[in-house]
């Protein structure tokens, strides 16, 4: 896998770890939290060790659109 495949991949994963944590988090199970927390984490530390920039998640009512 080439280093822009590899990079978009992660992100992808990235994405979808944030996504499942948030329904996790929702629920009333604390052991899927915990699973989707240390998967956003595993996915995370790959990235960092990897030099891969992930975009910070907004939203919320504080969410801000960088102007």
Same mark, same amino acid.
């Given at each position: 896998?080439?280093?822009?495949e590899f990079a978009?991949?992660?992100?992808?994963?990235?994405r979808q770890a944030r996504s499942a944590l948030a329904a996790a988090a929702a629920s009333?199970? =604390?052991?899927?939290?915990?699973?989707c927390?240390?998967?956003l984490e595993r996915a995370l530390l790959l990235?960092?060790?990897?030099g891969i920039d992930v975009p910070a998640v907004i939203n919320?009512?504080?969410?801000?659109?960088? =102007?």
């Open positions: 896998m080439e280093g822009d978009a991949a992660l992100l992808e994963r990235i009333t199970d =604390s052991i899927a939290v915990a699973e927390l240390d998967e990235a960092r060790e990897n919320g009512p504080d969410a801000r659109d960088g =102007s």
